[in-house]
């Protein structure tokens, strides 16, 4: 069973930083896929960037070049830098892993206000 856990949210001021972390209770190095999704008020879930087990990424329009997705194996973690934050960006932030396997994790997430 795997448990993933986020942290890192909070409140920002458009154009400022957050550094998201999913932390794994297993190791991260076999799971094909680990996601951050985002889901605003009112709104669906939204893809925000993806990362495979060859630390490849992809990335939604909306963040490409502000956002970087990045995943420690050692510690079992997967990180979303977030730059030049938006608005538009508020919004509860979620990891999800996915594998093959069977695994089909998600976190509770974490919350992302930008506004001045």
């Known amino acids: 069973q795997v448990q993933l856990v986020e942290s890192g949210g909070g409140l920002m001021q458009p154009g400022g930083s957050l550094r998201l972390s999913c932390a794994s209770s297993v190791s991260i190095a076999s799971i094909n896929f680990i996601h951050w999704y985002r889901q605003a008020s009112g709104k669906q879930r939204e893809l925000v960037a993806t990362?495979?087990?060859?630390?490849?990424?992809t990335y939604g329009d909306s963040v490409k070049g502000r956002f970087t997705i990045s995943r420690d194996n050692g510690k079992n973690a997967v990180y979303l830098q977030m730059n030049n934050l938006k608005p538009e960006d508020t919004a509860v932030y979620y990891c999800?892993?996915?594998?093959?396997?069977?695994?089909?994790?998600w976190g509770q997430g974490t919350q992302v206000t930008v506004n001045s």
């Open positions: 990362i495979n087990r060859a630390a490849m990424t």
């Open positions: 999800h892993a996915f594998d093959t396997s069977g695994i089909n994790a």
